[in-house]
């Protein structure tokens, strides 16, 4: 069979000094299912003082559309922790979304397609023991109160965002 190159998305790439790990097929594949492939790039996700809330006076979305964009992009956050908050955060809205919350889930499409050979990279001569972080806050959710989490997770002692072009 040879060796594992692609899996359910998710390519693999063994090399020399370890192991890279990358969705940028997946990432292509997404931009263009959402008529987003020729879309302007952005370098970050979301500014850190905007706020995202019920937007009860906003322009409704079809439902459908926006949960399958949540669904895609929940998908891509096991690859790339750095959208993992702005994509959980615009999973909140599933029930009722607007136009706010998509033009938010797009601006995370835009960052993908600049990062889109961005992905893991796991040295091998890096001992693999697990280690998380977490950080919570009940305060900056001005709606409910509800928490906000943040996770992070390091397998080994160095986890990278690393460029597929090497």
Same mark, same amino acid.
């Given at each position: 069979?040879?060796?594992?190159?692609?899996? @359910?998305?998710?390519?693999?790439?063994?090399?020399?000094?370890? $192991?890279?790990?990358?969705?940028?097929?997946?990432?292509k594949?997404?931009?263009?299912?959402?008529?987003?492939? /020729?879309?302007?790039?952005?370098?970050?996700?979301?500014? $850190?003082? =905007?706020? !995202?809330?019920?937007?009860?006076?906003?322009l409704?979305?079809?439902? $459908?559309?926006?949960?399958?964009? @949540?669904?895609?992009?929940?998908?891509?956050?096991?690859i790339?922790?750095? @959208?993992?908050?702005n994509?959980?955060?615009?999973?909140?809205?599933?029930?009722?979304?607007?136009?706010?919350?998509?033009?938010?889930?797009? /601006?995370?499409?835009?960052?993908?397609?600049?990062?889109?050979?961005?992905?893991?990279? =796991?040295?091998?001569?890096?001992?693999?023991?697990?280690?998380? =972080?977490?950080?919570?806050?009940?305060? /900056?959710?001005?709606?409910?109160r509800?928490?906000?989490?943040?996770?992070?997770? !390091?397998?080994?002692?160095?986890? @990278?965002?690393?460029n597929?072009?090497?």
């Amino acid at each position: 069979m040879g060796e594992l190159n692609y899996f @359910i998305g998710l390519q693999i790439k063994k090399l020399k000094h370890g $192991t890279f790990l990358c969705q940028p097929k997946y990432c292509k594949e997404l931009l263009k299912k959402f008529e987003m492939e /020729r879309c302007k790039e952005v370098a970050t996700l979301i500014s $850190t003082n =905007y706020y !995202l809330d019920v937007d009860k006076k906003g322009l409704s979305m079809d439902q $459908t559309k926006y949960k399958r964009l @949540i669904g895609s992009l929940l998908y891509l956050t096991a690859i790339k922790p750095d @959208i993992k908050f702005n994509v959980c955060l615009c999973a909140r809205y599933q029930s009722n979304p607007k136009e706010s919350h998509y033009s938010v889930a797009k /601006r995370i499409m835009k960052y993908l397609k600049r990062t889109i050979d961005v992905g893991l990279w =796991y040295p091998s001569e890096v001992s693999l023991n697990l280690v998380g =972080y977490s950080d919570f806050d009940f305060v /900056r959710c001005k709606l409910d109160r509800k928490s906000t989490s943040g996770t992070y997770h !390091l397998l080994g002692s160095i986890l @990278i965002l690393w460029n597929n072009k090497m």
